[in-house]
């Protein structure tokens, strides 16, 4: 029996569905907490499909309202509320709501796992690993596998990390109560981790296999779209990155699509596809000096794509001033290894190797072996 076999296929609409029918429930009830926890998870489940900010926001205020009615043993509203922030890539708010929690001594192991989570997102490493010392058995199921797989990758032991990616996917095959989104999104995981170690062709294979369970997995796609780039596959690059920005539209994918256009010599169409990632980014009037900025335009991501209008800059050497003035911005909200790595590589082409040679440093100092990152250095 196949992977996509075991599991009920993906419908759309049935997230309609549990949409309105919590909604009905709250309406009926607004005092159970209960209720306003469910509603949360049916806007989260639409978030994801399509990194829909104004859902996150909906699926955080449900958990926030719920967590207003009772406290109490309402662990699983708090742990929404820290979801929905991670979703809208708060992730500083999101690890504040994890110390709360585990203040007022609600706190469970997805609760353990959510702050391990936050702490890899801004950086702190060593804290991650000491959380993961102190909460072993957040590491003892598919989830935990896939957090710890990325610390694993980020301090050198990208094999190491394949291997936990596998295990999680294998465990998750097995469940057939898992919903097939969910267990698409962790062979997505797997096939990211296969790519960055080499192994294009196993990796273009658990893409696809995401795909038949999760027919809608923009990240698939947006994953087979770098595939077939650095392949050199530019045909398959457009038609994959296109497919992806149907759903979600990425920064980093339209200009790989504007790239590909470029690599078979349409120049036109290739700067009509970075101008798109300009407008995406908030730059609606093209690349300016950094000053101007405004929000994503509604019913997109729902955080600033500063990073990766940062490092398209750095790549196509574009709007050095902007690309410094997203790199800094990313850098106060993440502090992670990639904000370092993205810093170095706009100073770099701005000529400021002295800035550039520190922020690598920073970079490396993990170990990692992430080939972008030893690209850069």
Not at 22 to 33: C, K, L, M, S, T
Not at 95 to 111: F, G, H, I, P, R
């Amino acid at each position: 029996v196949s992977t996509s076999e075991m599991h009920l296929p993906f419908d759309s609409s049935s997230i309609d569905r549990d949409i309105s029918s919590n909604e009905r429930a709250v309406r009926i009830d607004p005092y159970a907490a209960l209720n306003w926890s469910y509603v949360s998870s049916a806007y989260m489940a639409r978030s994801r499909e399509s990194d829909d900010l104004a859902t996150a926001v909906k699926a955080e205020k449900a958990a926030r309202r719920s967590l207003a009615i009772r406290k109490l043993g309402n662990v699983g509203a708090w742990n929404k509320l820290i979801s929905s922030l991670l979703q809208e890539h708060r992730f500083k708010d999101a690890l504040a709501e994890c110390e709360k929690a585990e203040n007022v001594k609600l706190y469970s192991d997805d609760t353990a796992l959510l702050r391990f989570e936050c702490l890899i997102e801004i950086g702190r490493y060593v804290e991650a690993g000491v959380q993961l010392s102190k909460h072993p058995r957040i590491a003892e199921n598919a989830a935990g596998y896939s957090v710890v797989a990325r610390l694993f990758d980020l301090q050198g032991m990208p094999d190491s990390a394949v291997s936990l990616y596998r295990r999680a996917a294998v465990e998750v095959d097995r469940n057939a109560g898992m919903p097939s989104y969910a267990v698409g999104w962790f062979h997505t995981r797997l096939a990211m981790q296969l790519a960055k170690v080499g192994k294009h062709d196993q990796a273009k294979h658990e893409f696809e296999c995401a795909l038949a369970l999760y027919p809608r997995d923009y990240k698939a796609m947006a994953g087979l779209t770098r595939l077939s780039a650095q392949d050199e596959r530019w045909k398959d690059a457009i038609e994959w990155g296109n497919r992806s920005d149907e759903i979600a539209q990425m920064a980093d994918v339209r200009a790989l699509v504007g790239d590909a256009y470029a690599m078979l010599g349409d120049s036109t169409k290739a700067e009509e596809q970075y101008g798109r990632v300009a407008a995406l980014v908030g730059r609606p009037s093209g690349m300016n000096d950094g000053l101007h900025e405004v929000a994503p335009a509604a019913g997109t991501h729902g955080h600033r794509l500063d990073r990766q209008y940062a490092q398209f800059c750095a790549d196509h050497r574009r709007d050095p001033d902007g690309a410094y003035a997203a790199a800094i911005r990313d850098f106060a909200a993440r502090e992670d290894i990639y904000s370092y790595d993205t810093l170095a590589w706009v100073c770099l082409t701005r000529g400021d190797t002295a800035e550039a040679s520190k922020a690598i440093a920073k970079a490396l100092a993990t170990k990692t072996k992430d080939p972008m990152v030893l690209y850069h250095a």
